[in-house]
C-alpha cells in the first residue's frame, strides 16, 4: 500500500537540484511527529538507495541525520514553534532559499571534522558534531533563546552533555564501584585528552577548562537526576536507570528546559566564563586542592580585563599567545613560580611548578 508522502513524491520534479531534500522535507512532514522522528525517516531513505553523501560518505548514517535534523531546524524557524502552521511542501523552494546557510552541500563541515565524519562508527551510528552545537539545540523546544551568550561558544551543550554522561555513568555502578574523586579525575583527564586532539587539528576550537569542566559536573552532582524547570541544579529524582540512559535523554531534557546549559550564568559572568578557557592552567596536582580553588579566582581577577576586548569572539591562536605573553610578563605576583613550558614555542601554553626560593 502506497503512503501518502509516497504517493506525493511522485510530483517532485527530478531536475530540481536540491531533489532529495525536497524528498526529505516530505518524509519529515509526517516523519517529526510520529515514531522515531528522523531516525526513522533516515531508515526511509536508505531504502530507496538515497543518501546526501558522496564517494565514501555515502550512506553515512550520522551525515544523512545531520541533513535531516537542519531540516528539522529549519522547519521550527519557519514556524510559530509549537503553537503555528509548518511550512508545507509547495513552500520548498522559498523554504530552501530562506535556511540555505543550514542546507547547503558544504553545511556539514561547519559542524564536523572530515576524519571525524568518515570513522567507520560515525558513517554505522549517529555521532553528534565534534565542532559545534546544532541549530538551537542549546534551548527549550517552544522558546529558544534570542540571544546567545557570547562567551558560551558554538558548543554550549558539550559539556553539559558530557557531564550528564559522567553523572549517569557513576548512577550506573555498584556503590563499592570508583569513588567519586576518582571517577572525576578519570573524566576530566578523558576530556583534556579528548580537547586536546581536536585543537591539534582545528586550533579555533575551545580550549580544555578545568574550571568549566568541573562546574558542569557539580551541576550534575555526578549521579542525580534533574527535579523539573525551576531545579537551579540536577537534583535526584525517581526516574529509572535505565530511562536515564536513554539514547536522546539529554537532548529531551534540555528541550523540556529541565537543563539548563546556560546555567553557568548565575555564579560567572560571561567575562569570567570565557576567561576560566582562556587560563587553563591550574597545573594539575602541583597545587594544593584548598588552595587551587582560591588561586583560580585570583588568575581570572586578573585576566578578565585582557580578554575584554575580544567581546565574546575567541580570537586566533596568534593574538591569545600575545595576550597570554603580556598576562605572564605584566603579573609576576601569580606566576613567580610558575615556569614556561617548551610548547610555548608552538603556542601552546602550560606550566610547571618550579621549586621555591
Excluded at 502552521?85 to 530552501?96: C, I, L, M, N, Q
Excluded at 546544532?134 to 534570542?146: F, K, N, T, W
Aim: glycine share 8%; proline share 7%; net charge positive.
Amino acid at each position: 500500500m502506497t503512503s501518502r508522502n509516497d504517493a506525493r513524491l511522485w510530483h517532485v520534479k527530478a531536475v530540481d537540484g536540491n531533489l532529495l531534500l525536497r524528498i526529505a522535507f516530505i518524509y519529515l512532514d509526517e516523519g517529526l511527529w510520529e515514531g522515531n522522528g528522523v531516525f526513522d525517516v533516515v531508515e526511509k531513505l536508505h531504502a530507496h538507495g538515497w543518501s546526501f553523501g558522496e564517494g565514501e560518505l555515502r550512506f553515512n548514517r550520522t551525515l544523512d541525520i545531520f541533513y535531516l535534523a537542519q531540516l528539522a531546524a529549519a522547519i521550527y524557524r519557519s514556524s510559530a514553534q509549537l503553537t503555528g502552521a509548518f511550512p508545507s511542501p509547495s513552500d520548498f523552494p522559498a523554504f530552501y532559499a530562506a535556511h540555505a546557510d543550514l542546507l547547503h552541500p558544504a553545511a556539514w563541515r561547519a559542524y564536523y571534522t572530515p576524519a571525524f565524519l568518515a570513522h567507520p562508527t560515525t558513517a554505522r551510528f549517529y555521532r553528534l558534531p565534534n565542532l559545534r552545537d546544532l541549530p538551537d539545540s542549546s534551548s527549550p523546544l517552544g522558546a529558544p533563546r534570542p540571544n546567545l551568550p557570547a562567551a558560551a561558544g558554538p558548543h554550549a551543550t558539550k559539556l553539559p552533555r558530557w557531564a550528564y554522561g559522567v553523572a549517569r555513568t557513576r548512577r550506573r555502578q555498584p556503590p563499592s564501584s570508583l569513588p567519586r574523586g576518582t571517577l572525576t579525575r578519570l573524566a576530566l583527564r578523558t576530556l583534556e585528552a579528548t580537547t586536546a586532539r581536536l585543537r591539534a587539528t582545528h586550533p579555533g576550537a575551545q580550549p580544555y577548562s578545568e574550571t568549566q569542566a568541573r562546574f558542569w559536573l557539580e551541576h550534575m552532582t555526578l549521579g542525580d537526576l534533574p527535579a523539573g524547570p525551576s531545579a537551579g541544579s540536577c537534583s535526584t529524582t525517581t526516574t529509572t536507570t535505565k530511562e536515564a540512559w536513554g539514547p536522546n535523554r539529554f537532548g529531551v531534557l534540555v528541550a523540556q528546559g529541565r537543563i539548563d546549559v546556560f546555567a553557568w550564568e548565575e555564579r560567572y559572568s560571561a567575562r569570567l566564563w570565557e576567561a576560566s578557557a582562556a587560563v587553563g592552567m591550574a597545573g594539575k596536582g602541583r597545587i594544593a586542592e584548598d588552595r587551587a580553588g582560591r588561586w583560580l579566582r585570583e588568575v581570572l581577577a586578573v585576566v578578565e580585563p585582557y580578554v575584554r576586548m575580544w567581546e565574546g569572539v575567541w580570537p586566533g591562536t596568534e593574538e591569545r599567545g600575545e595576550v597570554l605573553r603580556r598576562i605572564l610578563a605584566e603579573n609576576g605576583q601569580l606566576f613567580a613560580r610558575w615556569q614556561v613550558s617548551p610548547r610555548l614555542k608552538e603556542k601552546e601554553f602550560s606550566f610547571e611548578l618550579g621549586a621555591r626560593e
